[in-house]
T-cell receptor, first 113, second 115 residues
Framework: KQEVTQIPAALSVPEGENLVLNCSFT??????LQWFRQDPGKGLTSLLLIQSSQREQTSGRLNASLDKSSGRSTLYIAASQPGDSATYLCAVSRIQGAQKLVFGQGTRLTINP | SQTIHQWPATLVQPVGSPLSLECTVEGTSNPNLYWYRQAAGRGLQLLFYSVGIGQISSEVPQNLSASRPQDRQFILSSKKLLLSDSGFYLC??????????????FGSGTQLSVL
């Protein structure tokens, strides 16, 4: 059974810092890995999707890496801003069928002005 | 562009009452549709998914059911709610056509409190 773990559970940093969020998964047989952002009481917004054959994806100040063999992914946020404050969730897709994702419990990020 | 609508945003229901949550997608055809639940202190859990009209797969045994009466409509129901059904319910869609590397797009969620 696939399990996804995100560390740390919560992180608070001053504005402007670069930071890394971690995600690990127990079964390396995945189709892809996605990073999402969730604001309080809201739905999820897809940030980056890394296919199993890829090692990283970049969007603006965000960079996500994937090391499938070791079951790890990182989300790097450069020059953090208060608007980046949210919960960040990592999810991996299972082998067969529709996009059935297994989610981690998220990292609650707070950027202090 | 594609949009997903989910309602209501908030719902308070007594134990034993019925439930109907609705989700519709616009701007795409034959999407895969999903219902997730986010319970307090727990991660998102996939409840149901559908690859077409009338086709529903259940991921976990529970007090809930799902239906897809139209291509872009997905409904989550219960005949009698339990306290444990409380949570944040999210509908989502993705492109189909056997493509497994597409992003998942979520609705804004329904906060259900069963009292």
């Amino acid at each position: 059974k696939q399990e996804v773990t995100q560390i740390p559970a919560a992180l608070s940093v001053p504005e402007g810092e670069n930071l890394v969020l971690n995600c690990s998964f127990t079964d390396s047989a995945i189709y892809n890995l996605q990073w999402f952002r969730q604001d309080p009481g809201k739905g999820l917004t897809s940030l980056l999707l890394i296919q199993s054959s890829q090692r990283e994806q970049t969007s603006g100040r965000l960079n996500a890496s994937l090391d499938k063999s070791s079951g790890r992914s990182t989300l790097y946020i450069a020059a953090s801003q208060p608007g980046d404050s949210a919960t960040y969730l990592c999810a991996v897709s299972r082998i067969q069928g529709a996009q059935k994702l297994v989610f981690g419990q998220g990292t609650r990020l707070t950027i202090n002005p | 562009s594609q949009t997903i609508h989910q309602w209501p945003a908030t719902l308070v229901q007594p134990v034993g009452s019925p439930l109907s949550l609705e989700c519709t997608v616009e701007g795409t055809s034959n999407p895969n549709l999903y219902w997730y639940r986010q319970a307090a202190g727990r991660g998102l859990q996939l409840l149901f998914y559908s690859v077409g009209i009338g086709q529903i797969s259940s991921e976990v045994p529970q007090n809930l059911s799902a239906s897809r009466p139209q291509d872009r409509q997905f409904i989550l129901s219960s005949k009698k709610l339990l306290l444990s059904d409380s949570g944040f319910y999210l509908c989502a869609w993705s492109l189909a056509q056997r493509r497994n590397n597409e992003k998942l797009f979520f609705g804004s969620g329904t906060q259900l409190s069963v009292l």
